[in-house]
């Protein structure tokens, strides 16, 4: 007589299951790993994305500084008797407010979008800094765009325009809050990238 053996199938399956939920942790723990990997590579290309768009704004902001004098030295020798002579004999084209906005529009793109990548990816105290930055160019540009006062009507037309003191301590000013609003963006931006805290404004 045949004799029957009894299998005990738990002990069969044990070490099939104890190799599947060692699969199954390695797997959950690779695939965790995997998302913090993600969660840290979209994070490092915000702040990568958030400190190009301030360097952009620091960078054009700088250069706005320099377009508002060259604003109001085109005024000046584009104005008077001697450039309406000028154009008459077509000797130089008269101003072109396309032309010009154009150009301007061209000036103001880059540190626009610059502005708009901080408030997508930025804190809200980005979002102001760099705010309160744009809007001190553009009221350094209206400045620097302003009509001189230092001569009559009669006299402007004649000779040209020209600025008092006071406009031009203004403008001063104006290029000087730029600076202030400048260093404020920056100043921000190493703090919250876990940078060292330095003077940016330090120097001769």
């Not at 299998?7 to 965790?32: E, H, N, R, Y």
């Amino acid at each position: 007589m045949i004799g029957t053996i009894a299998i005990d199938t738990g002990v069969l399956w044990a070490p099939v299951l104890a190799a599947l939920g060692a699969s199954a942790l390695t797997l959950g723990g690779a695939f965790w790993l995997e998302a913090r990997r993600r969660v840290h590579a979209g994070r490092a290309a915000q702040q990568d994305a958030l400190r190009a768009a301030v360097s952009v704004m620091l960078t054009e902001s700088l250069l706005m500084t320099t377009l508002a004098g060259s604003l109001r030295l085109t005024m000046q020798v584009r104005s008077g008797l001697a450039e309406g002579l000028d154009v008459l004999r077509r000797g130089r084209k008269p101003v072109d407010p396309l032309e010009l906005h154009d150009r301007m529009a061209a000036a103001l793109k880059p540190i626009a979008e610059a502005q708009s990548v901080i408030w997508v990816r930025g804190r809200q105290d980005h979002a102001e800094a760099a705010n309160s930055l744009l809007l001190r160019c553009m009221d350094l540009i209206d400045e620097g765009t302003t009509e001189g006062a230092a001569r009559s009507p009669m006299e402007t037309t004649v000779r040209g325009q020209e600025w008092t003191e006071v406009q031009q301590a203004q403008l001063i000013e104006k290029v000087a809050a730029v600076g202030i609003a400048r260093a404020h963006l920056a100043e921000l931006a190493r703090t919250h990238g876990g940078m060292a805290m330095i003077d940016v404004l330090a120097g001769d």
